[in-house]
């Protein structure tokens, strides 16, 4: 057996690092143990994606946003929520902005590898250990031993901390190291976990093939996007296999619970979601002259080359022979979905540690001593910020219960 820190984190990304933090300020031991031979390899992902750090909604809106779990969420979010998360990183020296959207983000002189080392740095003052190339194997026989290996020597021992976190990630992007292998442990001591599923991720459409030559990649803007009752205005991504965009991946959840009851399911595009059905009616009821739909569409409605496209696309002629007809069907255009992209490519899982598995301090309860936190937890939220948000929240909530227990 080899040393014993006072607190071992298991798994580098956002939510093992703030844990990793806040137990080293409140005066731990603290080593956290990373299969990758550096840590926070999704965060940085994140970052290329315009890093998004959180939002600036008001905390019971932000609270709802994490759907079944919303009431778990407020409470973690009232320890550390939006307010919280930008003031530790001005602490690290990184300003943070909102944007028009209300989503918060670094400011544009900070790279997400600035960061990411200047947080590095801080816990390496705080003397937390980082050991890279340490895999997690599962638990070992002791109360609470760990079993890791050492990537590069091969080397396997047993660690038995009197608290552990583990915060592995979800099982997208495996390739930054959140590939879901650490089901298999978890599932080895009788612990439940919800199977994962694509969360924020595009829909796979059945585009034919003069469909997917003549238009490609092409964004739709201030379109609205509909399925089961849920309704998201944004930007549409147009896409050889399917769909992409903010307002699909906010409907994942709804096109997930779709796509269980009947394949495929529909997905509603509004070309037009500022207009009224009479207004658009009347528009189209100006006279064409000799020029041709798609024309026509362009200067009256401001609908460009993809949209004709679209139409014959999806809808039958007579479906638009009329200006009642074609007003009702820019404004109802059924997108037949045969499935989500695969997991692998979404930006976050669902799925993941079953709820009734875990005690009020995200402690699971066969295994007294080891937490969990960030997305290896089930729960899923949007895209806005709210999933790094959620894991830094988490984080701090196992640190918080750590340092009482202990
Ligand atoms: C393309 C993309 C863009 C994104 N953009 C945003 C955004 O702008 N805003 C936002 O809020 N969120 C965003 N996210 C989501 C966000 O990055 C994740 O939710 C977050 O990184 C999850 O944090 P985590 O700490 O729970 O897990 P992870 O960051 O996945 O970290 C888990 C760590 O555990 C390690 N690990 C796994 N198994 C083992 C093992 N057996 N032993 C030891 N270590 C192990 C992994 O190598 C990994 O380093 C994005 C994600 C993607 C993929």
């Known amino acids: 057996m080899s040393s014993h820190p ?27 143990y990373e299969a990758q031979a550096t840590v926070g390899r999704k965060f940085l992902v994140a970052g290329h994606g315009g890093f998004n750090l959180t939002h600036s909604e008001p905390l019971p809106a932000f609270g709802q946003r994490y759907g079944v779990q919303a009431e778990q969420f407020a409470i973690y979010l009232a320890l550390f929520g939006p307010a919280q ?141 509909s399925c089961e009752g849920h309704t998201v205005r944004g930007e549409l991504l147009l896409t050889d296999y399917g769909v992409e965009g903010t307002p699909v991946y906010a409907l994942t959840p709804a096109l997930r619970a779709a796509l269980g009851q009947q394949v495929p399911a529909t997905l509603w595009l509004n070309l037009k979601p500022d207009l009224t059905p009479e207004q658009l009616r009347q528009k189209l009821l100006k006279p064409r002259g000799s020029k041709s739909w798609g024309a026509f569409l362009q200067q009256t409605l401001h609908l460009g080359p993809p949209i004709p496209t679209l139409l014959r696309e999806v809808a039958p002629p007579e479906a638009s022979a009329t200006p009642e007809a074609l007003a009702q069907l820019l404004q109802h255009l059924p997108l037949s979905v045969r499935g989500l992209r695969p997991l692998d490519e979404a930006i976050s899982t669902a799925g993941g540690v079953a709820w009734e598995e875990l005690d009020e301090h995200l402690m699971l309860r066969r295994r007294p001593g080891t937490f969990v936190a960030g997305e290896m937890l089930d729960w899923e939220a949007p895209t806005g910020g709210y999933l790094l948000q959620g894991c830094f929240s988490t984080g701090a909530w196992v640190a918080k219960a750590i340092t009482r227990q202990l």
């Open 85 to 225: 998360l930008r003031a530790w990183a001005a602490d690290l020296g990184v300003e943070t902005f909102v944007g028009s959207s209300g989503r918060i983000f670094p400011t544009a002189d900070y790279k997400p590898a600035q960061l990411l080392r200047a947080w590095l740095a801080r816990l390496a003052e705080l003397g937390v250990a980082i050991k890279t190339r340490h895999r997690w194997l599962g638990f070992a026989p002791e109360p609470t031993g760990l079993r890791l290996r050492d990537e590069q020597t091969g080397r396997e021992f047993t660690i038995c901390p009197p608290a552990a976190v583990l915060a592995l990630g979800g099982a997208s992007w495996a390739k930054t190291g959140s590939d879901g292998g650490w089901t298999a442990a978890l599932t080895a001591i009788g612990v439940r976990t919800t199977p994962f599923a694509p969360a924020n991720c595009g829909a796979e459409v059945a585009w034919g093939v003069f469909f997917q030559e003549k238009v490609g990649r092409a964004p739709l803007k201030n379109i609205a996007l």
């Open 6 to 32: 006072s607190v071992a984190i298991i798994g580098g990304g956002p939510a093992g690092l703030l844990a990793a933090q806040h137990l080293a300020e409140a005066g731990h031991r603290v080593s956290v």
